[in-house]
């Protein structure tokens, strides 16, 4: 069975554009999670689509936004790209949502912004 | 809100020995899980080992052993006969039963590394 694929893996940006991040999750699976990865903030959850609806939301300003599709397929909106979105977006899928079902990470997508 | 401690950023380890990592967690939540996920350089996040707070027989999983100790809120990893491919970052997480889906809670990582 395939795993999680985020494309594209690595993406530069100029500050003030707008950047969209896709995640494919298992074959089945109907949850996706973002996270945002920094070295200076850690690790932070972004948001859940779960039968693509946001199940749940983390602390990050209106900019950042999701969606899911019907095949479960999630994207990741990021506008007005400011110097400090430069991280690693990792996403996760899971059967479902919440309970005891493992999460499984795709490779992340580095983006970078100048 | 639940946030999770790992106080030691770096730790080291000789090929073969054990050691053993350290995490603690604050929650005024009786539900939830936790969980060891090892972030290599490749930084595919990968799960080591997981544990229902309602379980009170730490998991294990091959090499890999938790010590979990609900009341003192701690949650620590020991690994043994340590190998050269268990160099990587790990991350502690918790996730609530109760309110957040499947949203992980991290801790700041510990970057471990095996000397050969």
């Known amino acids: 069975k395939a795993g999680v694929t985020q494309t594209p893996r690595y993406l530069i940006k100029t500050r003030g554009q707008q950047v969209t991040l896709s995640c494919s999750p298992i074959s089945g699976h109907r949850s996706v999670s973002w996270y945002q990865q920094t070295p200076g903030q850690g690790l932070q959850f972004l948001f859940e689509?779960?039968?693509?609806?946001?199940?749940n939301k983390g602390n990050f300003p209106g900019r950042f936004s999701g969606r899911q599709f019907s095949n479960s397929r999630s994207e990741m909106n990021v506008s007005t790209l400011e110097l400090g979105d430069s991280a690693l977006y990792l996403c996760?899928?899971?059967?479902?949502?919440?309970?005891?079902?493992?999460?499984?990470f795709g490779p992340g997508t580095r983006l970078t912004v100048t | 809100a639940q946030t999770v401690t790992q106080s030691q950023p770096e730790m080291s380890v000789q090929e073969a020995e054990t050691v053993t990592l350290s995490c603690t967690y604050d929650?005024?939540?009786?539900?939830?899980?936790l969980f060891w996920y090892k972030q290599p350089p490749s930084r595919q996040m990968i799960l080591v080992i997981r544990q229902e707070a309602y379980k009170q027989q730490n998991a294990t999983e091959n090499r890999f052993s938790v010590n979990f100790q609900k009341a003192a809120k701690s949650f620590s990893l020991k690994i043994s006969d340590s190998q050269l491919g268990d160099a990587a970052m790990y991350f502690c997480a918790y996730r609530s039963e109760e309110t957040s889906g499947s949203r992980l809670t991290f801790g700041e990582g510990t970057q471990l590394t095996v000397n050969p």
């Open positions: 996760a899928s899971s059967l479902i949502t919440g309970y005891a079902y493992e999460q499984y």
């Open positions: 689509y779960f039968s693509e609806t946001q199940r």
């Open positions: 929650t005024s939540e009786s539900d939830y899980y």
